[in-house]
């Protein structure tokens, strides 16, 4: 992967050209971005022209890079135990489907990485097993005479046993070593790991990126790269999302519009809380992955729901299926006095989805709290 096919960050890719070509390359750089930024292809991207810049053959070099077959170049990501790895995951087992899942999803998300390999219903890690395979590696001199790099694409995903036991090499790595640590969350990275490492900082991606990534990779109309890129809201990612409507994205409409359904019923009605119960185990039994995708978007919905109701459909991209729905009926029950106090709500199930919680409890107290938002009054300003 190459800097020509990195959509945007411009600045960013001028300054790691500039800073490799003085030899100012730090031992161990940070890049930090949302998820659909270009976060990990910027860092392939970077390490293929480190890697081949100044190498004796940059054909052959490039040709390896580009397959991710180069000797020189490793990688770490958060792996789980499937179907075929039955025990001590680790990343070096999965190496074939990650190099399938770069070239098919460059921009994807750690959602799509445990889809890709059949475990969505997990939650994937960088645990102590592969630290230690990550030490191993790095120990031993170049294949090629050059640098070594490893990239830790979700870096925060590294537990605390693997971080303290990668500290050191971190600080101190062998001569010509090269660590890309990549994520999303940099409050979730260990700070004595995060204050070793040179910080570079993603911005979403433009929105006429986007669309002329849209229009010259999906081969689509100005017109609805444009309509996509608007609400991927700089995330690569999610604008494919978008065109190619994931299968998800029904299913996940189904359970919100249940949930509020029940939600706005059970006030007053205590029967109807057994719907709610009913409703938080059908989640839970679908894995914290995708529990983390379906809060997400349920905050979306609920964001266009507050846009449609202060006037502004132009903003409204969210186009549902279900019969007897209509978001311009619900909007008006998402405003001001409550929309707030939901998003921190569903922020906070999230977290504690996150790490580990109970999700059935979360999402039947995330019920609860919300049949009483979805009645909060708006308070009309006196003129």
Not at 214 to 238: C, D, H, P
Not at 242 to 270: M, V, Y
Request: aromatic content about 10%; glycine content about 4%; overall charge negative.
């Amino acid at each position: 992967m190459t800097f020509d096919e990195i959509i945007g960050q411009n600045h960013i890719k001028k300054h790691l050209v500039q800073s490799a070509e003085n030899g100012r390359i730090p031992h161990a750089q940070l890049f930090v971005g949302k998820e659909g930024s270009g976060t990990l292809a910027t860092a392939i991207a970077y390490a293929q022209f480190l890697l081949c810049n100044s190498a004796p053959n940059p054909e052959v070099c490039n040709l390896k890079c580009n397959k991710l077959q180069h000797p020189d170049l490793h990688f770490a990501f958060p792996v789980t135990t499937n179907d075929t790895v039955k025990k001590h995951p680790v990343s070096s087992l999965f190496m074939e489907d990650w190099r399938s899942f770069i070239d098919k999803q460059p921009y994807g998300s750690l959602f799509n990485w445990l889809q890709h390999i059949g475990v969505e219903n997990k939650q994937g890690q960088i645990g102590v097993d592969e630290a230690e395979e990550i030490v191993k590696k790095l120990q031993l001199k170049s294949y090629e005479g050059g640098f070594k790099i490893m990239i830790i694409w979700m870096a925060e995903k590294m537990n605390t046993a693997a971080s303290n036991k990668l500290l050191k090499l971190i600080e101190e790595p062998p001569n010509k070593t090269i660590f890309l640590l990549v994520a999303e969350d940099e409050g979730q990275i260990i700070n004595t790991i995060k204050s070793r490492c040179q910080a570079i900082h993603f911005t979403p991606v433009s929105n006429q990126d986007v669309a002329n990534a849209l229009v010259s990779r999906e081969q689509i109309n100005e017109n609805e790269a444009t309509k996509i890129a608007y609400q991927s809201e700089g995330n690569y990612n999610k604008a494919l999302h978008i065109l190619h409507n994931n299968s998800n994205d029904l299913q996940f409409e189904e359970w919100f519009i249940t949930w509020i359904r029940a939600a706005f019923r059970a006030k007053g009605n205590a029967a109807v809380i057994q719907d709610l119960i009913g409703w938080s185990e059908e989640i839970a039994k679908s894995g914290r992955e995708t529990q983390k995708q379906f809060l997400q978007y349920c905050l979306q919905f609920f964001r266009q729901a507050l846009l449609l109701n202060y006037g502004t459909p132009d903003l409204v991209f969210l186009e549902t299926q279900t019969a007897n729905f209509d978001l311009a009926k619900f909007a008006p029950f998402i405003h001001s006095a409550n929309m707030l106090t939901i998003e921190k709500e569903v922020g906070e199930a999230q977290y504690h989805i996150e790490r580990n919680g109970n999700a059935k409890i979360i999402l039947l107290d995330l019920s609860i709290k919300l049949t009483r938002l979805l009645h909060t009054k708006e308070e009309k300003i006196q003129s």
